[in-house]
Nanobody, 116 residues
């Protein structure tokens, strides 16, 4: 079993920055992709960013140029750097890890609130 622990959320003013972290409890050698979804109240859970085991990244159009996903394989940790934050980015952010031969793992979620 892989457990994902998220951190880094909080309250920030528009234009500010936050960095989310997602640490896996075990080796992620069998993980083919990791990233974040986000969900605002009353809305569906939408993909924000993903990074594959080969290091390839993909972003939602709404965050391109502002967010950057990266990983530290030695620490089994993935990061989401969020810059130029907008009120529309307010949501609960859920880290995920997709194993090659198992069901997707989910983090506990971390609240990001962008407000003046």
């Amino acid at each position: 079993q892989v457990q994902l622990v998220e951190s880094g959320g909080g309250l920030v003013q528009p234009g500010g920055s936050l960095r989310l972290s997602c640490a896996a409890s075990r080796s992620t050698f069998s993980i083919e992709a990791m990233g974040w979804y986000r969900q605002a109240p009353g809305n569906q859970r939408d993909l924000v960013a993903t990074i594959s085991d080969g290091g390839f990244t993909n972003y939602a159009d709404s965050v391109k140029g502002r967010f950057a996903i990266s990983r530290d394989s030695a620490k089994n940790t993935v990061y989401l750097q969020m810059n130029s934050l907008k009120p529309e980015d307010t949501a609960v952010y859920y880290c995920y890890a997709r194993p090659r031969f198992a069901n997707t793992y989910w983090g506990q979620g971390t609240q990001v609130t962008v407000s003046s």
